[in-house]
Each structure stands twice: as structure tokens, then as C-alpha cells.
């Protein structure tokens, strides 16, 4: 007699068909070709003490605000207000530094100007996820009026208070505060001297001598950028830009509560089927009101890296971020719908876009504006591959 | 004599502005007991089942639950109250995996809310093999599934958080004969644990007749008829089913066109 059962339809997977249904899959074989592509291209200064720095700074940028792109989109929204939210952050602890902080209350520290500003971004943050779940508009539209908002908002008084919509020339607060320094300073300090004391050891002997030709000179240098080593022979490259860290630990936060915990099994079920979560008594509005403040404290948190490395700020800030954090997460293998995903595959996207970003730099004969057209075709692949992914998640339905 | 009855609904009545819905039905469930509620559509049968699970609340009549009187606001205070409802959408999240459906809003957490996820992935797969489906991988995507696992899963659910009275809203329709069966044969494992009461929504006689040991016929709003399996003949079940028409009448209709 046949013992067959609908379980027994399911066929035992192998390791790499599990690992093909992963969501992560189709970011990490671009991220892969991208960097072997890079690194040939640029005939490896990309990855040299300071092209590493470089490139990790911007993806370590663009990454912080992906990752609270992709939470929301997990849980079924977008947040296109991310650009004009970094803009109006940076505004406001630009202004707050130059000119005091709001009613009189005297001198701003770095400190107190970025805690009150993110009061009000989260404050914005809150705002605009109560407008969503309580009228059940679409997100696209509510961020969308506060993307208006938000930019002439900033403008409006970048010009009422500081007559000029840029700031610039900030003392360099890094110098005697710990809290700049943690935001715009930099990191990981003791990687680029250890990468500069063993560039000493394999370096032993080398020198720029008097009977050198240009050509050996400039091959030396290059050699030498390799070993963290400048033309003077000391090092080259300090550390990484202090962004890296605030993206280490947002990414692993938002990797441990999306995967490990109760919130984050809230998440997938809000962005899957919010009508099915209510039912088993997942609180759906507060996670997405919730997200929206996190993707808000995301672009504080960028904004603050920003203005505490350069000093300065303006109205432009920001511009087109909310889309490129948007293209991050789905060539990351968010879902568009909602409801899957991982924070492991935006990193790999955000590895991927701030390299393409960068090339320019590394690769003098290309024009920048082919990073957009490679952003287009990239993103246009990732739906497609994404909505297959779906397909074979769910068996075909 | 006769079993205490689990649950006792006594003349409820619902009505929607000008229009009734419901107009004073009874109903009785015992534990142990799949007690079939027929009617065609819109007899009343979802405003019934919607009063019962708290999501509407009665115009006029009471609710017993073990002869205490009880009223539910939300459908959280029914189940809660030892109501589960699992209806014919299931809220069931395609995408996610066996285990994070079952314990989808009632997630078992350690410290820092982290999930106890092999506790979980234990549960789910010990409380569908108890009704019947062996589900190697708790971990696997619900979209997997066939129609009828679903239901279990929904089912196992609902018993696992406490329903003493499982509500099943037309649990058979929408599935393949094959799976329908499965779906009765794990009605009927729910049955014999003994200290659970099932409500059986259907359309259908047949399925009815398979499972259930008591039934009531709603027709327009109201108890049309109602027994138990004793009590009741094959061709009563038939005319009730139709809200009290005759297929012979039906026929002769038919014929005239």
C-alpha cells in the first residue's frame, strides 16, 4: 500500500538550492562582480590604503539609510521624505551650532544641538507614520508631500535665521568634543597601523633615490599605497571614517531584531499580510509608526556624520538619497510588496552601489553619469530577480 | 441525560440599521461534538459566527459560555474566553515560515524579546503532527503548502492558544476533493481529543454529514431546523439545507423554463 502523503511532495533541498532561495543570493553575485570589476579596472587603487577609506565612507553613507529604508519596506511602506530629512537635520545642528541653540537657551555643544534635532526628526518620524495608519493613504503620497515639505522647509529657514542657505566654516568641533568626534571623527584607527607596520616590514629597503625616472617614482608610490605608506615614508592612512562604525552597529541591530526577534517577526507579518497579523494580534500600526521614526533616526544619524566631518551644511543636502536608500534595499532583495527580506543582502547592496558611486575617482576615463545608468539597470534586474525569488518561495502562487 | 452544553447562545438578534440579520437564534455546542451550522448564503451564518467571535456584538440576546453569561467587545476578548475562529482566508502569511505563522502575535520570547525560535520550531511541528500532518521543516514558507495544511496549520494554531470552541468558517470550500478529505480527517482528530466543541460552517450536505453529530439550519435570520444526527433523516437535512424547499419543487421550476 502507498504510505504517500502531501509532506512527502516537498522534496529535501540541498545545501545550494537552499542557499539559492536565499534573499541575499542575487545581491552577493553582484557585489562580488562589482568588486572584481573595480579592482581590475582601476588596476587595484581602488582597495589601496586610501581608495579603501573612500569607498568604505560612502558605503558605510549610503548604507546607514538604506537599512531603515529596507526595515519599512519589509513591513509594506516607503519613505520617499529620507533626503529632505537628512537636509532639514543638517540644517538645524548646522544652525544650532552657528547661532545658539532655539529660545535663548544659550551656546549649543555638538551634543545637546544633535539631541534636540533628533527630537524633531523622530517628532517628523512619528508624524508622518500616524498620517499613514490612520487614514490608510499610501506612504508614497504622505512622504511624498512631507519630501515638499520638509526641503522648503529647510530653505525657509536656513534663510530666516542664517539670511544664506549654507553653512559653512564651523569650527571643528572634533578637536574638544568626544560626541563629534564619535560622529564625524574616525575609526578603527589600530587596522590602518597595523596595515601601515606591516607595510614597513614588506617595504624594508625601498626608497625614492636621486637616479629614479619619473615612471619608477610614480610605481613606487603606487607600490607604496598599497603598504599604507606615503612618499615620506611614514604612514599614509589613519583610519576609517567614524560613519563605518554607526553603520556596523545599525546594520547589526536592525540584522538581530529583524531576525532573532519577536519585533521583527512583527515586521515580516505587518509587510505580508497586515490584515492576517491584526487577526493574530500584532500591534500593525506601531511597528509601522515605529519604522518610520527609525528611518527618520537613520537620516539623523547620516546627517550627523555629515555635518561633524565637514563642518558645514546646506539646503541641497541629501538630494535623490531617498531614492538611491530605495534602490539599495531592493537591489538588496527587499520585496517591493513587503513582507521579505534581509539586512545581510541591503549591506551587500550598499557595498555595491557606493563602489559604482566611487568609480569615477578610480577609473579616470569613465563618466560619472554612468553610475545612474548602472543604478537603472541594476535595479530593473533586481525586481525581476526578486519577484522570481518570491515565486519559488511560495511555490509558484 | 444530556451532556452539558459548552457553549449556549439564547436569542440573539442582530440587526444592521433596517435590516435583520439575525432574529433570535439559538444555538447549543457541547465539547467532543462537531456541531454543523448549514444554511445558503446569506441566512446569517458569518453575522453568527462573527458575533460569537467578537467581532460583532449582538443587538439584543446572551451568550453562555459553561453557564456563565459573557459578552465580547473584541475578538481578542473572545478568544481570550477560549473562542477560536479560524476563517476561510486563515490570516496566514504566505511568506513566512510554518513556525512564525503559528506563533504569529503571540511569539514565545526570551530576553530582550529574542525568539526561543528551536522551542517554537518544536511546538508547531508537535501540535500539527497531533492532528495529523507530519511537517519535517517548521521552517519552510507556508507558500509551500497545500490548501489543506493550511487549514490544519490554522487549526493546530487556534487549539495550541487555547480554543475550547474552534469556529470553523467553511473550512472544505475552496479545496480539491482529495484535500477536503484530509481537512475532515483532521476535523474528526480535533473531535476525539473529547474536551473541544467544534462549530462546522458549511455549503455543503455531504461534508456535513460525514462529520457532524449535531446540526443547525439557518434560513433568512432564523433557526430553521435543528437536532442531532439521530433526530435528523438524510432528505430533512436536503430540504433544510435549501431553506426548506423541496428539490421536486425545484425541479418542477426547473421544468417550467
Known amino acids: 500500500m502507498s504510505e504517500r502523503n502531501e509532506s512527502d511532495r516537498l522534496q529535501n533541498e540541498s545545501w545550494t538550492q537552499r542557499m539559492m532561495r536565499r534573499p541575499e543570493i542575487g545581491s552577493f553575485i553582484v557585489m562580488i562582480i562589482i568588486i572584481l570589476a573595480l579592482g581590475l579596472a582601476s588596476e587595484g587603487k581602488a582597495f589601496n590604503a586610501l581608495g579603501l577609506k573612500n569607498n568604505i565612507a560612502i558605503i558605510a553613507q549610503l548604507g546607514i ?52 534635532t533628533m527630537c524633531m526628526t523622530l517628532g517628523f518620524g512619528w508624524l508622518i507614520g500616524t498620517i499613514v495608519v490612520r487614514s490608510g493613504l499610501s506612504s508614497f503620497i504622505v512622504t511624498l508631500a512631507f519630501w515638499f515639505f520638509l526641503r522648503g522647509l529647510t530653505e525657509v529657514c536656513f534663510r530666516l535665521i542664517n539670511q544664506n542657505t549654507n553653512v559653512s566654516g564651523l569650527p571643528d568641533f572634533k578637536q574638544e ?139 541641497a543636502k541629501g538630494m535623490f538619497k531617498e531614492l538611491e536608500a530605495i534602490a539599495i534595499a531592493v537591489v538588496g532583495g527587499i520585496l517591493m510588496t513587503g513582507g521579505f527580506g534581509s539586512i545581510v543582502g541591503v549591506v551587500f547592496g550598499a557595498v555595491t552601489f557606493g563602489l559604482v558611486a566611487n568609480a569615477v575617482f578610480f577609473i579616470p576615463w569613465i563618466d560619472g553619469a554612468w553610475f545612474r545608468v548602472f543604478v537603472g539597470t541594476v535595479l530593473l534586474a533586481a525586481v525581476f530577480a526578486n519577484e522570481r525569488i518570491r515565486k519559488r518561495i511560495t511555490g509558484g502562487i | 441525560m444530556a ?104 511569539e514565545l520570547t526570551s530576553t530582550l ?10 511546538i508547531a511541528h508537535d501540535e500539527m503532527l497531533k492532528i495529523g500532518i507530519d511537517f519535517s521543516d517548521p521552517s519552510q514558507a507556508v507558500g509551500t503548502m497545500s490548501g489543506g495544511q493550511r487549514q490544519t496549520l490554522a487549526i493546530a494554531r487556534a487549539i495550541y492558544f487555547g480554543a ?62 435543528n437536532g442531532t444526527k439521530a433526530e435528523l433523516e438524510g432528505g430533512d437535512i436536503r430540504r433544510l439545507m435549501a431553506g426548506g424547499a423541496e428539490i421536486k419543487d425545484l425541479e418542477q421550476e426547473l421544468a417550467k423554463i
Request: charged residues 20%; contains cysteine.
Open chain 1, 65 to 116: 539609510i538604506a537599512v531603515g529604508a529596507a526595515l519599512l519596506m519589509i513591513a509594506g511602506e516607503f519613505d520617499l521624505s529620507i533626503g529632505p530629512m537628512i537636509a532639514f537635520a543638517g540644517m538645524s545642528m548646522a544652525i544650532m551650532l552657528k547661532w545658539g541653540l532655539p529660545f535663548g537657551l544659550g551656546e549649543a555643544t555638538p551634543f545637546t544641538a544633535f539631541a534636540i
Open chain 1, 177 to 315: 568634543s568626544w560626541f563629534a568626534e564619535q560622529m564625524g571623527g574616525e575609526v578603527f584607527g589600530w587596522l590602518y597601523d597595523a596595515w601601515f607596520w606591516i607595510g614597513q616590514k614588506v617595504a624594508t629597503g625601498l626608497e625614492f633615490t636621486a637616479g629614479m625616472t619619473k615612471d619608477e617614482k610614480i610605481d613606487l608610490i603606487n607600490y607604496l599605497s598599497f603598504l599604507n605608506i606615503n612618499r615620506k615614508m611614514e604612514q599614509w592612512v589613519t583610519g576609517f571614517d567614524a560613519r563605518l562604525l554607526w553603520f556596523i552597529i545599525i546594520a547589526g541591530v536592525a540584522w538581530y531584531v529583524l531576525a532573532k526577534t519577536q519585533i521583527g517577526n512583527w515586521i515580516y507579518a505587518t509587510g505580508d499580510n497586515k490584515e492576517s497579523a491584526r487577526a493574530n494580534g500584532v500591534p500593525v500600526n506601531r511597528v509601522k509608526v515605529g519604522l518610520f521614526m527609525f528611518s527618520a533616526f537613520c537620516a539623523t544619524i547620516f546627517a550627523a556624520c555629515q555635518v561633524f566631518d565637514t563642518n558645514s551644511s546646506d539646503a
Open chain 2, 3 to 106: 451532556p452539558k452544553s459548552y457553549m449556549r447562545v439564547e436569542n440573539v438578534t442582530k440587526k444592521f440599521g433596517p435590516f435583520t440579520a439575525l432574529n433570535g437564534v439559538d444555538l447549543d455546542v457541547y465539547p467532543g461534538e462537531v456541531h454543523a451550522l448549514l444554511g445558503d448564503n446569506g441566512a446569517g451564518k458569518s453575522t453568527l459566527i462573527k458575533i460569537l467571535s467578537g467581532v460583532h456584538q449582538p443587538t439584543s440576546g446572551t451568550i453562555y459560555m459553561e453557564e456563565v453569561k459573557r459578552s465580547f467587545r473584541s475578538p481578542r476578548e473572545a478568544s481570550a474566553a477560549g473562542i477560536g475562529t479560524v476563517y476561510q482566508d486563515l490570516a496566514i502569511n504566505q511568506l513566512m515560515s510554518v513556525t512564525r505563522n503559528f506563533f504569529m502575535g503571540r
Open chain 2, 113 to 122: 524579546g529574542k525568539l526561543r525560535i528551536d522551542e517554537m520550531n518544536q
Open chain 2, 164 to 225: 475550547k470552541v474552534l469556529i470553523l468558517d467553511e473550512p472544505t470550500s475552496a479545496l480539491g476533493q482529495k484535500q477536503q478529505m484530509e481537512v475532515l480527517k483532521t476535523i474528526k482528530r480535533v473531535r476525539a481529543r473529547g474536551d473541544i466543541a467544534i462549530i462546522f460552517i458549511t455549503h455543503n450536505e455531504i461534508h456535513s454529514r460525514l462529520i457532524a453529530d449535531r446540526y443547525t439550519f439557518l434560513a433568512l435570520g432564523q433557526v430553521i431546523g
